[in-house]
């Protein structure tokens, strides 16, 4: 059975907004790998609901590695530094990887209205982009470089190119709008 639009939009902005939750929450109460982990079940739940779940695991894979790379110059330079565990091996952690991944989920769903609308997809990213991170470093998820100001600002000008990129990519894999299953279909 197929879920309605409306339904499937909800679930999916649902099974984002919680699993960003998990990832900031994680890494700003001192879990980041938990958080971590329980993100990247809700984003497995959304392959499991979606129809197209090769293409969306495409797109998830593909904006992880996109996300990471953008993090990692962004880190390296000193806009931001993530919080982590101190166990954990790699240069970012398990939380940054998921989030990215968890944000391309929205792509043919809650974000599908951006699908050929890169100007407004810019627009979306220049604002929302910023106010996420910003949003999460004030729930210590990681911290602010020595000039917020430039943080904001380069923040700003990379969502407002990743972005489109991303919802270019999205029409590109699939330029069908999802919906999620529900059950068994016959």
């Known amino acids: 059975m197929l879920l309605s639009p409306l339904a499937t939009k909800i679930l999916n902005i649902t099974l984002y907004q919680v699993g960003w939750f998990c990832c900031v929450l994680g890494a700003g109460w001192g879990s980041p790998v938990a958080g971590g982990l329980l993100a990247l079940l809700l984003a497995g739940a959304h392959l499991v609901l979606a129809q197209e779940w090769k293409k969306e695991a495409l797109l998830m894979l593909s904006a992880c590695l996109l996300g990471v790379a953008v993090d990692s110059i962004q880190q390296a330079v000193g806009l931001f530094t993530f919080t982590s565990h101190p166990d954990w091996p790699l240069w970012l952690p398990l939380w940054v990887f ?9 792509f043919h769903y809650a974000l599908y209205w951006m699908s050929g609308r890169y ?15 910003w949003a999460g470093i004030r729930m210590g998820a990681a911290y602010f470089g020595p000039d917020p100001l430039v943080t904001i600002v380069c923040l700003a000008m990379v969502w407002a190119t990743v972005t489109p990129i991303l919802c270019r990519l999205s029409v590109y894999l699939d330029d069908q709008e999802g919906v999620y299953r529900w059950g068994h279909s016959k």
């Not at 998921?98 to 929205?106: E, G, H, N, P």
């Not at 100007?119 to 991170?133: D, N, Q, R, S, T």
């Open 98 to 106: 998921v989030i990215w991944a968890q944000f391309a989920t929205l």
């Open 119 to 133: 100007l407004l997809a810019a627009i979306f990213g220049l604002f929302g982009g910023p106010l996420a991170y």
